[in-house]
């Protein structure tokens, strides 16, 4: 940080700039004031906050990372995004807060407008604005309980919803976030479309897509009286598990023989990062409610809940505070209106393409690479104990993460229990992907040479 931001912080709190860029000094100042949650101190660095462009971000000591992450797939224009900051000079006069909920403004309204526009199907949908995933789960939710009268939903293992409430219900991807945790919800649960990983231990040329078929056996079990079906189409916090491409129509055959709702959670996957504007598109199937959050805020808190019209039964059934301001209505536009003029949906399917191809070089040099996945620019590497008997190394995985974020300084995270997440900006060029590739590459070497 340059002598001004060290100024500025100062002002506002005196006495900080006596160490100014001692990583361990701030990593422990943080862990006295800050509740645990998901930070890894030991291996990511202290960010600084002042600088970063696209792809780079720095860290305390001036050095430069790769950023294969965007902020789990928050920031889809990348790092201070030249065009969203001159936009954001321009509407700095804007009313900072309006209770959107509670009185009409013009710019949520639009960007309502706009996000109807990008779902597929003819079914009359509105909007409801959350400030993040997990409360687009929740909206969801409470408004198919609301339009059914029915409180029973299908999930699966792995899924991340959230941490909150009714979402934590339905995720199940680590045992720590629901552990003592009462649930809100009857779930009938089954496994996700796991091909790598099939439960019944078929494979996916023949298999009659029975994982889909096991829904329907646990309904005749445990009750059919179902509100929704909620499902990733693409599995992010479980390992970037693309699945089977008959699970989601089949899934939307079981939600319509039941008379529910088919409900895609896609705060993750939407908003062009697989090369359409949701990742459902590429298998065919028009969903009754999608959630979003992640990229529609481009970094603030930003989330939506699109479903059938009326939402609700009537007014009062659900509301917040905080959702949709106008500022933030006009910078999700404007990210919008800029993906799509941008051609950054179709840059997404090209160097998703480029970096698939190359995962799948890696699957194949590599012993401990037990399988490449992905769509788009949401892709992963399963790290294996070794091909023959693909055991799971969370181990190894998490060496391979070190190394790349110490070594190569490629910011990249894991997922589920032994994958290796990328889920770069939008913007991410081809030559980017290559130096990505070519860091990944250097780190499984040196992890698969030492072991």
Known sequence: MQASDWDLLERLSPGVHQRPRDADYWLRRSAEVLAESTQSR???PVLDHSRGEGLCIYDLAGNAYLDMTSGVAVRALGLRYPRLVQFEREIAHVVEEL???DFDHIPQT????RLLATVPGTTPRQVFFTTSGARAVETAVKAAIDRTHRTRFVAF???FHGRTGYALSLTASKAVHRNYYPQALPVVRTPYAYCYRCPLGLQPNNCGVACAELVREALQREGTDIAGIVVEPISGEGGMIVPHPEFLP?????ANEYDAWLIVDEVQSGL???????????FGV???VICTAKALGGGAPMGATIAPTPMFRGASRHSETFSAEPRMALISLFILRELEVGGYLERAAQVGRVLLDGLKHLEEKYDIVGEARGLGLMLGLEIVEDKKSRRASPAIRDEVVRVCVHRERLLVLGAGDNAVRLLPPLTVTEEEARDALARLDRALETVAVSG
Do not use: F, M, N, S
């Open 42 to 44: 030991d291996l990511y």
């Open 272 to 282: 062009g990062r697989t090369g359409k504007w949701w990742a459902v598109e590429h």
């Open 99 to 101: 209770p959107g909920q």
């Open 286 to 288: 028009e969903p009754d």
């Open 157 to 159: 293992r792995p899924a």
């Open 250 to 254: 089949r899934l939307r055959e079981i």
């Open 110 to 113: 639009l960007l309502a407008e």
